[in-house]
């Protein structure tokens, strides 16, 4: 599969300003000197830095389970079209690598994305997002992103996938497309879209219910009382 030069993705999380750590935010409720603001932030940011972390690395997206399960529900959605294609678990694989590949060229224009989201976005009633359920604070980003990953990340897969020249993904693609390729880049960025959501709240849980192993005193000694 032939796509643009790969970015350093790991050195693009790392220009992010992503650190929970460096942050110094304001908060308008607290307990015991924990702000509550300051908590859902730094969960936020730990959040999606693990996760994108963890998308972005070589094969991030190809080996997440979270993605293989939303790549087979985009290919079941189309039925028999493929069928005459994916002969072989071989064929499926490489098919499934070369997808893999475009979700993540829209994941590296999201990261930044929500990072800016999270240092901005306004948290009205944080103490109810201490208490809330393991991916409550993932939940309230998402609802106030919108459709503002699909608006993203649609011209970046868009691109992607006008470059593929591999001779097994791209015929694939094509019986995908139809005439309507539009069709298949929207159905891959539903695919990114919800596998960086269901990564970060996956994360977001881990860290509630493992504060320690964030070695953030703000975030243990918050959720650590929780």
């Known amino acids: 599969m032939n796509l643009p030069p790969a970015t350093n ?55 997440s389970q979270v993605a293989r399960l939303q790549l087979d529900q985009f290919l079941g959605a189309r039925g028999g079209i493929l069928s005459s294609i994916l002969t072989s678990g071989i064929v499926k694989d490489r098919l499934f690598r070369g997808l893999a590949d475009v979700a993540a060229t829209g994941a590296e224009r999201a990261a930044p994305v929500v990072a800016d989201t999270i240092r901005m976005v306004g948290i009205q009633n944080a103490a109810a997002l201490i208490s809330g359920q393991p991916t409550a604070a993932t939940s309230f980003l998402r609802n106030n992103m ?13 691109d992607a996938l006008d470059l593929v020249s591999d001779p097994v993904v791209g015929p694939a693609l094509s019986a995908l497309a139809g005439t309507n390729l539009q069709n298949v880049v929207y159905g891959l960025t539903d695919v990114a879209e919800e596998t960086i959501w269901t990564e970060m709240g996956n994360e977001e849980a881990y860290i509630r219910e493992n504060p320690r192993s964030t070695n953030d005193p703000v975030l243990i000694g918050v959720f650590g009382i929780a």
């Open 9 to 63: 993705r790991r050195a693009l999380l790392g220009g992010l300003g992503l650190s929970a750590a460096a942050l110094t935010l304001p908060g308008c409720a607290s307990y015991g000197g924990f702000s509550f603001t300051e908590a859902i932030r730094r969960l936020l940011t730990l959040s999606s830095t693990r996760a994108f972390d963890r998308l972005l690395a070589e094969n991030g997206f190809y080996e």
């Open 146 to 158: 919108g459709q503002r990953l699909v608006e993203v990340m649609v011209p970046e897969i868009g």
